[in-house]
């Protein structure tokens, strides 16, 4: 059994409880990922992974421009 009740049919897209689509008998997964816990044991090891550590990684996310540029965007429109 499934851990997520609501399921998606990966040919059609339509939502089911079942493993097997009753529309047209393809099969089915969970419609969404799993909730995150903060109890998560695995964490640690997931940030290894990923090297959120690393000061790089850091410099690598997207940032949002400076709130005046934004300001300007909104008038403009």
Do not use: Y
Not at 67 to 74: P, Q, T, V
């Amino acid at each position: 059994m499934a851990k997520q009740l609501m399921q998606q049919c990966l040919e059609c897209g339509a939502f089911s409880l079942q493993r097997t689509c009753p529309a047209c008998g393809g099969n089915a997964q969970a419609a969404a990922p799993l909730k995150w816990s903060p109890e998560d044991h695995r964490a640690g090891i997931r940030r290894k992974m990923n090297r959120v550590e690393d000061p790089a990684w850091a410099e690598s996310l997207p940032t949002l421009p400076a709130s005046e540029a934004m300001e300007a965007l909104l008038e403009e429109e």
